[in-house]
């Protein structure tokens, strides 16, 4: 008989939860498709990270390199990490390949 109290106490608080809930709307069709990313994507569907472009202490190297490799045009080599020791460089070329270059301590490789 004393579990009989709890019991219906334990009732009343379950049963009062759904007492404020409010039922959901009907997802529509045009709802249940997944939105598309707004940048580019890649094959997989994945959003291509678009990086500012920042000119870097050796980013006039990192372009006389890529000259060397057939590699021209666009906006130039843009700094990829931070500023320090270790740079790494991207350049976008005409011919839609990327060149690639690392340099330490100004001294750059091609990647």
Do not use: W
């Not at 579990?3 to 009907?26: E, V, Y």
């Not at 940048?39 to 997989?44: I, M, Q, R, T």
């Amino acid at each position: 008989m004393k579990r009989l109290p709890c019991m219906i106490f334990l009732a009343a608080l379950l049963g009062g939860c759904s007492m404020f809930h409010k039922p959901m709307p009907p997802v529509s069709a045009a709802a249940a498709v997944p939105a598309r990313p707004a940048g580019p994507v890649d094959a997989d569907g994945t959003p291509i990270q678009k990086l500012p472009f920042r000119l870097g202490v050796s980013s006039n190297t990192v372009e006389k390199l890529a000259r060397q490799q057939a590699c021209t045009g666009g906006q130039g080599a843009a700094l990829v990490t931070e500023p320090g020791p270790v740079e790494v460089y991207r350049m976008q070329c005409d011919n839609g390949k990327v060149f690639m270059a690392r340099c330490e301590m100004r001294q750059c490789r091609q990647l």
